[in-house]
């Protein structure tokens, strides 16, 4: 069982920078992949950007050269810095494990944590 607690969101302008952590629990995170997802209002959860457990990145394409997914399995977190934030970017931002595997798809990510608000005003 892992347990995934996110920080870091909040009220920003066009074009600042935020970045978000995600605490995960247990002893075996670096055999899981992470991700980020988020939720605008009314839409659907899409995939912004995972790192596989061996370190290996994906992004989704509107955020590739403005976001950076990183973790530090020592600490047990993973953290997506996000810069030149757009009014876009504006959803609830979600981390998700999955055990080994990960991707893009949503539906293969067994562990969700509760979101945390981005907002970006222009």
Do not use: H
Request: hydrophobic share 30%.
């Amino acid at each position: 069982q892992v347990q995934l607690v996110e920080s870091g969101g909040g009220l920003v302008q066009v074009g600042d920078s935020l970045t978000l952590s995600c605490a995960a629990s247990g002893r075996t995170f670096s055999s899981y992949s992470m991700a980020w997802f988020r939720q605008a209002l009314g839409k659907e959860r899409d995939f912004v950007s995972a790192i596989s457990w061996r370190g290996t990145t994906y992004y989704t394409d509107s955020v590739k050269g403005r976001f950076t997914i990183s973790r530090d399995n020592a600490k047990n977190t993973v953290s997506l810095q996000m810069n030149s934030l757009k009014p876009e970017d504006t959803a609830v931002y979600y981390c998700a494990a999955d055990y080994r595997l990960g991707g893009t798809a949503r539906n293969q990510y067994d562990y969700w944590g509760q979101g945390t608000q981005v907002t970006v005003s222009s």
